[in-house]
């Protein structure tokens, strides 16, 4: 028994260390936002938040969403040109979008410090 729920768990964190990973990321950074508010953090929180949509969105939620959007959207033959349009919105651009706004944000919260500093005048 003892092994068989080590196992559940072991393979469970093993099915979902990326989502654990930032989830825990978004965690801490709306903690750290919520004890010292700064942009930077807004960016690491946000940025963290949409990588864990990316994540969860190419696991379990396109092929369910590319299917009822097409089914209801196209419910009689043809309009194959918009078929593929959704299919290549949904398969790639959806999924690519979240990926870049995400480590945008991340790098933009890494590279915010930098924006922000006034030159010295002379």
Not at 33 to 52: E, T
């Amino acid at each position: 028994m003892k092994q068989g729920l080590f196992q559940l768990i072991y393979f469970t964190y093993l099915h979902n260390q990326l989502a654990i990973g930032l989830a825990l990321a978004a965690l801490v950074s709306l903690f750290i936002l919520i004890k010292k508010p700064a942009r930077r953090y807004v960016f690491f929180f946000i940025g963290f938040i949409l990588l864990l949509l990316h994540f969860e969105y190419q696991k379990h939620i396109v092929q369910d969403l590319a299917e009822q959007t097409i089914s209801t959207l196209f419910l009689e033959e043809g309009h194959y040109r918009w078929r593929w349009f959704t299919k290549v919105t949904l398969y790639h651009l959806t999924p690519f979008l979240l990926w870049l706004a995400g480590w945008g944000s991340v790098i933009l919260g890494i590279l915010n410090p930098r924006f922000n500093k006034k030159e010295k005048l002379s």
